[in-house]
């Protein structure tokens, strides 16, 4: 599980290199048709890298502290130490912050799923941007509050609220996701057309 932990972890700090690089290069591409078939492979890629950023977010503040079992008592009480970090932030009442932080860690591992399977991969990537940018602002939130505080998000080591976290956050998790989702609609988009053609066609040779 520590190994599967690493890898997730890896994929997540590292692997917006790939997406970005795979599908600036597959635009380049000059042939329609391969251009499309290179983009959707590289779509395909990137679910997979994007969904291992919250599956190893949600293994960060679900794994077991130094010296314990997967258990799910060791879950919850790593969970719990979560919750304290929610309540940081200052922005909801202890129930709230607990509440969230017992919720979260599982929203996250269910997204992370979804982009791997890359079912609807157009609807995961606009949730996945909007989560993002909900971290992100309340990392801007705490920085210029003045909490120096962790910023929780539970993805290598741990980190201050403040520019550099979202530094990381806006390069190595947003964008790619960003990338990929456009991607996704210009897929979509490129599918639509090619059916109304496909239709036209067919309409005048009737």
């Known amino acids: 599980m520590n190994a599967l932990g690493s890898l997730l972890t890896w994929l997540a700090e590292y692997g917006y290199i790939a997406v970005v690089a795979g599908l600036v290069a597959s ?10 078939k290179a983009v959707r492979m590289m779509l395909v890629i990137g679910g997979i890298l994007i969904g291992s950023i919250f599956l190893a977010a949600a293994y960060g503040k679900m794994k ?9 008592r060791s879950v919850r009480t790593s969970i719990s130490l979560f919750a304290i970090q929610v309540e940081s932030y200052q922005v909801l009442s202890p129930s709230a912050a607990n509440t969230v932080a017992h919720t979260l860690p599982f929203a996250e591992l269910f997204l992370g799923v979804w982009l791997v399977t890359g079912i609807a991969r157009r609807y995961s990537t606009v949730i996945a941007g909007l989560a993002l940018c909900g971290f992100m602002i309340a990392i801007t939130s ?13 993805i290598g080591p741990p980190e201050e609220a403040g520019p550099a976290a979202l530094a990381r956050d ?31 066609a067919a309409s005048e040779s009737i």
């Open 142 to 154: 705490a920085y210029f509050r003045g909490l120096k505080i962790d910023c929780g998000c539970g």
């Open 64 to 72: 077991p502290l130094p010296g314990f079992a997967w258990s799910w």
């Open 27 to 36: 635009f380049c591409v000059r042939n329609r048709e391969k251009r499309l």
């Open 170 to 200: 806006g390069l190595r998790f947003l964008l790619p996701t960003l990338i990929v989702m456009w991607g996704a609609f210009w897929v979509r988009h490129k599918r639509a057309q090619a059916a109304a053609v496909a239709q036209e």
